[in-house]
């Protein structure tokens, strides 16, 4: 079969590589449809780690995606040949001290696909999962929205952790797929009132579509001043959605006194710092968000519902021989790209 490869830093080829096969009774034979170009699959493109994990090359990323089930193993029940389904991209051993308090998202021996030294990616034509990573999709999404679930499911995930209230009011500095999901997740269990930023006005443009309070842009205006303006009293919650220091910066200053802070971008810095004055003051609560907990099924049915509509966020459509044209647009933040995806 076909896989698209990392080679090198920057460097991908299309490559011939061995079928995978059934070996336990859980496995599930999938035909890979569509795959989504993650942040972080564009990390290990362009730096060749993110922090302490680190590519041996060659090596195969991707973790966003949606397939149709060919085979099963004998004691698969979930699916059955020819469905479609969405992924979930984490192998959990489910015996851990973690797994055992249902926090599947922080299991020590996690397996997550597109990850070093856990499991190669799915830009390929062909996968082998564990069946319980399957949830089957029928004809309730598109192909391409069953992709989108994945990201979306850690918008749902970061805003159920943070604990908000009806109506209230939060910035997601990031307009990127995660804030996106962040807004849309925020919308349809809070009736939050979300203000967005993002340095890309074509990310603003499309943030429109899911009818935030307020957009702006830290390039062309003081967005902290301008948000504040609005809310004097600050902001309930911020959700650091793009891994900058400046946002993090940034979200301190919109906090009000007892804020939580939500960290859910990834930097590519080893470490970040704190304006631990103004954050002691007014006592913020930090938590990080680790990808996202036992929430797939729930976004799935979401978007079923139509009570989120993930349409607006996918933006471009490449073949898997255009795979380095389509990380690269999406490192570069190129033509307005939000979510781009890869048909097989």
Not at 161 to 179: C, H, N, T, V, W
């Amino acid at each position: 079969m076909k896989a698209a490869v990392l080679t090198g830093i920057r460097q991908m080829e299309i490559r011939e590589v061995p079928d995978p096969k059934i070996q336990r009774d859980n496995d599930v034979l999938l035909k890979i449809e569509r795959v989504g170009v993650c942040g972080s699959d564009v990390h290990y493109y362009a730096t060749g780690h993110i922090g302490s994990q680190i590519v041996q090359y060659p090596y195969r990323v991707g973790h966003e995606c949606a397939a149709t089930v060919l085979e099963i193993g004998a004691a698969v029940k979930n699916v059955k040949p020819g469905q479609k389904v969405a992924i979930d991209p984490a192998m959990a051993c489910h015996k851990c001290d973690q797994c055992k308090l249902e926090r599947e998202n922080t299991c020590r021996n996690l397996r997550f696909l597109g990850c070093p030294g856990q499991a190669d990616g799915c830009l390929c034509e062909r996968m082998v999962l564990p069946s319980e990573c399957l949830f089957p999709i029928d004809d309730k999404l598109t192909l391409d929205q069953a992709v989108c679930c994945e990201p979306l499911a850690i918008g749902v995930y970061a805003v159920q952790q943070a604990q908000m209230k009806p109506s209230s009011d939060a910035a997601i500095l990031g307009a990127g797929p995660i804030g996106l999901s962040v807004m849309l997740a925020a919308h349809a269990n809070f009736r939050t009132n979300c203000y967005i930023t993002d340095k890309i006005p074509e990310r603003l443009g499309v943030a429109q579509k899911a009818n935030p309070v307020w957009t702006g842009n830290p390039d062309k205006s003081n967005i902290v001043s301008d948000i504040l303006n609005t809310q004097p009293a600050g902001m309930d919650t911020v959700f650091e959605c793009a891994g900058q220091q400046e946002t993090i910066d940034q979200a301190i200053d919109l906090l009000k006194p007892g804020g939580t802070l939500m960290l859910i971008g990834i930097p590519r810095e080893e470490r970040i710092s704190f304006k631990i004055d103004t954050m002691r003051r007014k006592e913020i609560t930090v938590i990080n968000v680790r990808r996202q907990n036992l929430c797939e099924q729930k976004t799935i049915d979401l978007v079923a519902s139509g009570k989120i509509n993930v349409d607006f966020m996918i933006t471009h459509h490449f073949k898997l021989d255009q795979a380095v044209e389509a990380f690269e647009m999406v490192e570069n933040y190129r033509n307005g790209v939000v979510k781009a995806i890869i048909e097989l």
